[in-house]
């Protein structure tokens, strides 16, 4: 009767910690069973509904603090792995991608390339280049923003690979 009475309530109210319908009627479960194994020794000395839900949110804390734990667990792994990856690895992926910049960079209108070769790898502030190349400022920031733009659209592929090289050498 019990069963019947609060499991579907306990199963809702586990799920709006956990929002996971399988693990929140997995948590009510092991929660019955506990009970019914303790039976004979379980002292119940409030109501059983406010005793019952006690034990759900407590057991729905603890999945939500093992879950951390192991997603913390996993960041580091994946760190450690970053950081203890073959070296060589990392030099064919970095020339993989260089190439694959420069072949970006070869499909930019000239004028366009050349702003953005001088902002990127001789990092010279916009004003610098438009003085440099005798064009407006603005012309110089509607040159980036194009060099830019066909760019993101060229490496999109390779942006998981950029990001862990920088994050390599970040670290």
């Known amino acids: 009767m019990i069963f019947r009475t609060y499991y579907q309530p306990l199963c809702n109210y586990a799920y709006t910690f956990l929002q996971d319908k399988e693990e929140a009627e997995e948590i009510v479960q092991s929660t019955f069973l506990n009970v019914w194994e303790k039976k004979e020794t379980l002292s119940i000395r409030t109501a059983v509904k406010p005793y019952l839900y006690a034990m759900v949110r407590n057991a729905c804390l603890n999945v939500i603090k093992h879950e951390k734990i192991k997603q913390k667990h ?95 050498f970040l670290n």
Not at 86 to 113: F, T, Y
Not at 154 to 160: G, I
Request: net charge negative; hydrophobic share 45%.
């Open 74 to 168: 996993a960041v580091e792994e994946l760190a450690i792995g970053v950081h203890s990856h073959d070296s060589v690895s990392h030099a064919v992926a970095g020339s993989e991608l260089e190439l694959k910049i420069q072949e970006a960079m070869e499909k930019l209108p000239e004028q366009c390339r050349l702003v953005f070769k001088l902002s990127r790898f001789e990092e010279l502030k916009y004003s610098e280049i438009a003085e440099q190349l005798n064009i407006s400022i603005k012309t110089v920031e509607n040159h980036m923003g194009k060099a830019l733009k066909i760019m993101r659209e060229q490496l999109k592929d390779y942006l998981p690979l950029l990001i862990v090289l920088m994050n390599g």
